[in-house]
């Protein structure tokens, strides 16, 4: 059984119902942290992504919902309610922060980031995963007068593509080791898009729906 068949047999043991492009994001998003790692999960919700590989790591949880946290130590999780502006564990101790979809909900990007940085080792690394706003299927979006749901969403205060997250990264320190995208999506009726997977490796990840960018203390 290769990786991509034991981590769907996870999901499919959690009972997750994941779309096609969460179930490829959370896969790379696997792959990434490896195994063997001390990982701090920023907005870990109910476990559910930690649940995938914390049975080769070990997983600790950071979550600003006390109902979403009680909900991740239910399932056996390690989990400290809290914020990402105050992470509550000491400097240098963690060998992977993983942040999927959290940044876009941060205001102060750079106050986040700065606490990452301090709890993460030497060496250590960052893995984000945010929207791309300058996808392709954003930049058609615009040109043809619509906007994408997640700018409307009502929780997003921030919207990144490759050249902003970076910047406020290196700002912080942190030396951007990779950046991948997952999700090359055409718009063609009234907003909705067709998505092909078969393309993230073969077009920039400037042109795809998500951002995944690895960096490095």
Known sequence: MDEAEKIQNLIYKEGLELKKEDYL?????????????????????????????????????LELSKESAVKAKKKGFDVKVGSVYKIPFKENIFDVVHMSEIIEHVLDTDKAISEVYRVLKKNGKLIITTPNCASFRDRILVLTGHLQGYMQHTEHVRFFNKERL????????????????????????????????????????????????????
Not at 27 to 52: H, P, T
Not at 179 to 205: N, R
């Open 166 to 217: 970076t910047r406020h990264l290196r700002k912080n320190k942190f030396k951007i080791e990779k950046v991948y995208g997952s999700g090359f999506s055409i718009p063609y009726f009234s907003g909705k898009a067709v998505t092909f997977f078969f393309l993230d490796s073969l077009l920039p990840a400037t042109l795809m729906q998500r951002l995944i960018i690895v960096a490095e203390k």
């Open 25 to 61: 994001l959370a896969r790379k998003q696997i792959e990434l942290i490896g195994s063997n790692n001390y990982v701090l999960d920023v907005g870990c919700n109910e476990g559910s992504l930690m649940s995938l590989y914390a049975h080769k790591n070990k997983a600790v949880g």
